[in-house]
Structures are given as C-alpha cells and as structure tokens.
C-alpha cells in the first residue's frame, strides 16, 4: 500500500466530515417531519440511563443498577410530575436548528485578491503555517474551486470535480502573488525600485521586471520574472522550493532557479538566510572537517646530545 500524503489525508477528512455531518442532517430533517416537538420530554443527566455506558461502570456496580435496567424513575410516576427542561431563551431553540439550509441560503467565503485588503486571500489561509509551496497552491485551489461551485449551484450551471488541473493551480499561484506584491506598492521606496528594475503591470495585473534579455528566446516568465517582497512567508516558500528543485545545491544554483521565474528584491540575502535553516543541508552537509591531532616528537628532536651526534650519509648521489 502507497504512503498517502498529508494534503491526500486532509481531503479524505474533509470528505468523511462533510458525509456525517449530511447524514446527520438528513436524519434530523426526517425526524422533525415525522414527530412534534411536543413529544420529546426531557430528561436531566443523573436520571440519564445512557450516560452511564458513556461515562464507563464496572460489571457489579451495572448489574446493581436499577436505572440501567429499569429506566429513569421518574417514568412511573404521572406525566405532569416529569422533569421540564429548563429555559435558555432564543439561544436553546438556535442550537436545535440543524435542518439543510435551501439551496437558496449560502454562505460563503469569497476569495478576491483584487479589491479590498479584507477581502485578501490571506484572512482565509497563512502562508506561514505551510512548509511546502505545493501543498499551500493545492490548498488554494481546493478553495477557489468550492468558492467557484458555490457561484456555479446558484446559476444552476455544473459544478467542478475530480483532480486539480494545471490552470487551477496557476490561478492559485498568481492569487498569492498579487496579495504579496501588495505590500510592495506601500513602501516608501517603491519609486526608486520601480526605476532601477524597470517594473511594468503585465496583462493580469502582475508586477513584473524588464530586463536585457527580452529579444531572447526564453519563456515570458523568464524574460519578464514577477516581483516578491523578501520578508514574507510565501517568498519564503518559493525559494524552499526552488532549493529543493536543485537538489539543495548552495546559494548561486538556488538563486538561479528562482530568477529563472521570480526576481526577490535583495534575493541573495534571503536565499542564504533561508538555506542556513535547511535541515537537509545540515544533516548532509554535517560538520566541517577537523584538523588531526599533532604527533609526539621524536626522540633525537628531545635529547640533549652534541651537534652532528647522529649524521646521515648520501651514497646515491645527486639525480641527473
């Protein structure tokens, strides 16, 4: 049997959740469409047979037990001297209501990263709580998918399945590249940035760097890399990928891979911070090597003999 990944075994949690809970729904709708509020009584908690199993009771102490076998006591006594459940007000009635909602009532979170800050895809999801770039992009995918089913059931148009597709993952990536670069249109010194680097708005509002290289035969992305701040946590994620696409070489291969389709401002720096932290590199890398310890001198380097007490002699001459 295959190892199943973590974002494989979060989609199957999510999936057995969202089952039971449309089980449990189904049920109680069913329920209140057959029976009246009115013929559920209520019943306190130490006069509750079932929470006897729940809170755990030995063999002789359950075989003793009248109210395990037998039920509540109040049971036999008239109806109009059993237990009434006490009032909570609004709130009590709120937490019984847990019927479908119509297929006209949704809510939903709407991820739009090109209007408001509120409304930014990072109120919805943090970079920083993601050690992997794939993992946080099929996560945003997964979201921007279900926000798109939600649009497409109101319309009554088909809704989306089966795996992620490449647009998909590409929509979620720049998602998170315009939340990012943002903040960069907030610093004092953009202007000047924006000059030195030659920075230009491309056709899907991206932020993107001329360069000298634009007559060349490279991709666009490569001609034209997207522009990340250095001190946030999906740069972060970019250049721990781009790490391990180079099979965690050092600080110059890394670099090169990122500017293959990025550019960060001051990238090297960030690059060799965020390779200083590699465990990888750490454990194959380990310590640098030692110096052997110095041998004992020898003996005739320790005596106190008289010069040319041990002389040696020559017999082969000088190599022509």
Known sequence: MSEQSIPRLELLGCLISAR????????????????DPKDWRYCPTKDNPADIALRGESVSKLAADDKWWYGPTFLLNPKDSWPVQPSHGEESKNTLQELKTSKQTVIAAVVDTDVQPEHSIENLLKASKYSKLETLLRVTAYVQR?????????KGEKILKGLLTA?????????WIKHVQASLTKLPKYNKMKRSLS????DEQLICCHGRIEKSNLPNETKFPMLLPSDHDFTNLVVLHCHTEVRHNGVRETVTQV??????VRGRQVVKKIIARCLTCKRLE??????????????YRLDNDVAFSRVGVDYAGHYS
């Open 20 to 35: 039971l809970l449309d089980n449990i729904q189904n049920r109680v709708q069913e329920i209140r469409r057959l029976t």
């Open 259 to 264: 500017r293959w389709k990025y550019w960060i």
């Open 199 to 202: 920075l230009f708005m491309d």
């Open 146 to 154: 279900f926000v798109d089913n939600v649009k497409r059931s109101l």
């Open 286 to 299: 380990g310590k640098s090597y030692g110096v052997p310890p110095a041998p004992p001198l020898p003996e």
């Open 167 to 175: 647009e998909e993952l590409e929509v979620a990536e720049k998602s």
